[in-house]
């Protein structure tokens, strides 16, 4: 939930005056989304999203963020794709900070997972890796391995107040991690933070993914193990293995999966609990007084990690 | 900046079956206002605002504010006006609270306010005091003279933590304002409740006004003095009778004023003052932790309070 900046009609109208998008008719600050400001922008010729991107997101990752989009959109995935100016650029400032309007996606995203929404995530997902092959730009994922000791050491003085033992249990968790990490697994662009509330759906069918300002290049198993922590617990702690499934087996009928990514799938499900516990722990802990986003429960996903921790292959995903 | 409630695709595709409006397309929260949970609903017909009301709106309240949209937009006020379901009905439930789907209303809110808005809102504030005659619903204004000495009991024994002594200036004003304060002013439906994010331009046009839910029957001059101190004030305390008088100016040219509202336009305008000091006084003690709104300053209506007090006669306010 979240407008940090309030645009002015004129900034605006300025603003809107470089695109070919006709005139503003109405501009709505949006409340979902955290990082970054989002407005609903109705012209005489359709509606946007006009994004202001606030200082969560470093400048200099944006043009990797909105060519990715319009690649794939360019390459028929179902996402945004960023509008040009009448000088041929995409971005821009307003306000003072990085701005840029992008193409309105229909749907909504599912507030009640339902083990068909899982497979279609699934296949989607897999159609955007595919797709992503050919875009390329590089991101490191600065949110993986080697990010999560300087996340704990942010939170670990404080920790115990989340749960007693938490900072220890997470630094044993770390070097365990650290020494068992799988390289070389197939990889490219991944989205990086695929939650239901960024995947929209009309009815039943998937109508596209937004937010890919986390998408960085890591392997492709790291993006469904996200996925799998996202979309297949149920109040916050019990594994429902048939989500599970409906997503990995709609996802290889598109993208197989070698051996070594099937291996690896309890351990990239463990990382990618801890790195949301981790930067959930720190916004825990550490939101300012009167900040406008609640911040979410890490318990949630130390559930999670615990789940991982106990299964033994991807038998316990659904898979054979 | 307030959406408490999150609708679920099914529940919201059964609510919006029960009205003539196609299906919809995409449903997003919105970040202004802070009463009630507002969305921008798309549909394949058009695009319109879903509002649930919110436990701050008492339900019994709402066929009077529906009612009233529904009159001054048939009279041909600008104002969004609420859509009838199929069964007649304009107010059903969603979520287990009261919801409606009313019009879109084109235009954006001013940020910065130029003495053209003054000029817009004057007329159009006169116009909306005429188009009320004719509405046959009355409802008290429960925050003018009487329910001021509860609000003020209620945060009087932490008010010196926002300024010492205030409690018992505030006391001695209410005091003053008992004794003084006008009755039998021409009077009729009014607002009560003009902030500019309820008034919408498109470009120096005025296209509407919105947000009904404190509108009630009192005096038409309360009203103006309410936005006497809405949208003449700069830097949160300065007057700006240039404003002023383009307001009042063109106000008197659609509705004229009688002798008695314009001798009483300073205590009206210190009455007005006292009721957003003291909801802001009490928002701002009392608000509970982790609230989504951030609780406006309080001192900003003392302020003005303090202007208030030290008029002597219409001319203050630029009127001759």
């Given at each position: 939930?979240?407008?940090?900046?309030?645009?002015?009609?004129?900034?605006?109208?300025?603003?809107?005056?470089?695109?070919?998008?006709?005139?503003?008719?109405?501009?709505?600050?949006?409340?979902?989304?955290?990082?970054?400001?989002?407005?609903?922008?109705?012209?005489?010729?359709?509606?946007?999203?006009?994004?202001?991107?606030?200082?969560?997101?470093r400048a200099e990752d944006l043009p990797y963020f909105l060519g990715l989009m319009e690649h794939l959109a360019k390459a028929g995935q179902a996402c945004p794709t960023p509008l040009h100016?009448?000088?041929?650029?995409?971005?821009?400032?307003?306000?003072?900070?990085?701005?840029?309007?992008?193409?309105?996606?229909?749907?909504?995203?599912?507030?009640?997972?339902?083990?068909?929404?899982?497979?279609?995530?699934?296949?989607?997902?897999?159609?955007?890796?595919?797709?992503?092959?050919?875009?390329?730009?590089?991101?490191?994922?600065?949110?993986?391995l080697a990010g999560w000791q300087p996340l704990l050491d942010a939170s670990a003085a404080r920790a115990h107040e989340v749960r007693p033992g938490l900072a220890e249990d997470l630094a044993?968790?770390?070097?365990?991690?650290?020494?068992?990490?799988?390289?070389?697994?197939?990889?490219?662009?991944?989205?990086?933070?695929?939650?239901?509330?960024?995947?929209?759906?009309?009815?039943?069918?998937?109508?596209?993914?937004?937010?890919?300002?986390?998408?960085?290049?890591?392997?492709?198993?790291?993006?469904?193990?996200?996925?799998?922590?996202?979309?297949?617990?149920?109040?916050g702690k019990n594994f429902n293995i048939t989500k599970a499934r409906q997503m990995l087996h709609s996802y290889r009928r598109i993208r197989p999966f070698s051996e070594a990514e099937l291996?690896?799938?309890?351990?990239?499900?463990?990382?990618?609990?801890?790195?949301?516990?981790?930067?959930?722990?720190?916004?825990?802990?550490?939101?300012?007084?009167?900040?406008?986003?609640?911040?979410?429960?890490?318990?949630?996903?130390?559930?999670?990690?615990?789940?991982?921790?106990?299964?033994?292959?991807?038998?316990?995903?659904?898979?054979?």
């Open positions: 939930m979240a407008v940090y900046t309030e645009v002015s009609d004129t900034d605006l109208h300025d603003f809107v005056a470089q695109y070919d998008i006709g005139e503003v008719i109405a501009c709505k600050g949006i409340a979902e989304g955290v990082e970054n400001s989002n407005y609903l922008l109705r012209t005489t010729v359709d509606s946007y999203i006009l994004t202001l991107y606030e200082k969560r997101v100016g009448r000088d041929g650029e995409t971005l821009r400032h307003l306000c003072g900070k990085p701005a840029a309007i992008i193409t309105f996606l229909d749907g909504m995203w599912p507030k009640r997972i339902q083990p068909f929404h899982c497979a279609g995530l699934g296949a989607a997902l897999a159609s955007f890796h595919l797709a992503g092959q050919s875009f390329p730009m590089t991101r490191a994922n600065d949110l993986s044993g968790e770390l070097q365990f991690l650290g020494n068992n990490w799988p390289d070389n697994l197939p990889g490219g662009v991944i989205h990086a933070d695929l939650f239901p509330d960024n995947v929209f759906f009309m009815g039943e069918r998937l109508s596209g993914m937004i937010d890919f300002y986390f998408a960085c290049n890591d392997a492709f198993a790291y993006d469904l193990a996200i996925c799998l922590n996202a979309w297949c617990f149920e109040d291996a690896a799938l309890p351990i990239l499900a463990r990382g990618s609990a801890l790195r949301f516990l981790l930067t959930r722990l720190y916004d825990w802990l550490y939101h300012p007084e009167g900040a406008l986003v609640r911040p979410k429960d890490p318990l949630e996903y130390y559930a999670r990690l615990r789940f991982h921790r106990q299964t033994t292959g991807p038998g316990a995903y659904g898979l054979d």
